[in-house]
Nanobody, 128 residues
Framework: QVQLVASGGGSVEAGGSLRLSCAAS????????MGWFRQAPGKEREWVAV????????YYADSGKGRFTISQDNAKSTVYLQMNSLKPEDTTMYYC?????????????????????WGQGTQVTVSS
């Protein structure tokens, strides 16, 4: 199955920027969606941004809308999340995820239960 390796996290002050990267390898079927989710300790996982790999359509949660940008390279093997104007409430673990294979009618690419592959996560910390 696909392997995902996330990187790019770190510690910044409020208003700063980070760029997260997710490298995918070991495909056994087409990757239809890739995205970023985050989860704080004791909290449910929530989506941040998702990209449809074939058409490039992007989706943003309200939490990062206008501040975050998701993109992919030409080979569609790496997905990025450019995070600008970071806020302390953005502090948490960020996880790269992907959905491989065909999807079905009514498939929700924004649900934390939709991906079938996950990376190890990368920590983002934003100080006041």
């Amino acid at each position: 199955q696909v392997q995902l390796v996330a990187s790019g996290g770190g510690s910044v002050e409020a208003g700063g920027s980070l760029r997260l990267s997710c490298a995918a390898s070991g495909y056994i079927s087409p990757v239809n969606f890739m995205g970023w989710f985050r989860q704080a300790p004791g909290k449910e996982r929530e989506w941040v941004a998702v990209i449809r790999t074939s058409g490039g359509s992007t989706y943003y949660a309200d939490s990062g809308k206008g501040r975050f940008t998701i993109s992919q390279d030409n080979a569609k093997s790496t997905v990025y999340l450019q995070m600008n104007s970071l806020k302390p409430e953005d502090t948490t673990m960020y996880y790269c995820a992907a959905r491989t294979g065909m999807v079905w009618a009514g498939y929700d690419p924004l649900s934390p239960t939709s991906p079938n592959a996950w990376g190890q996560g990368t920590q983002v910390t934003v100080s006041s």
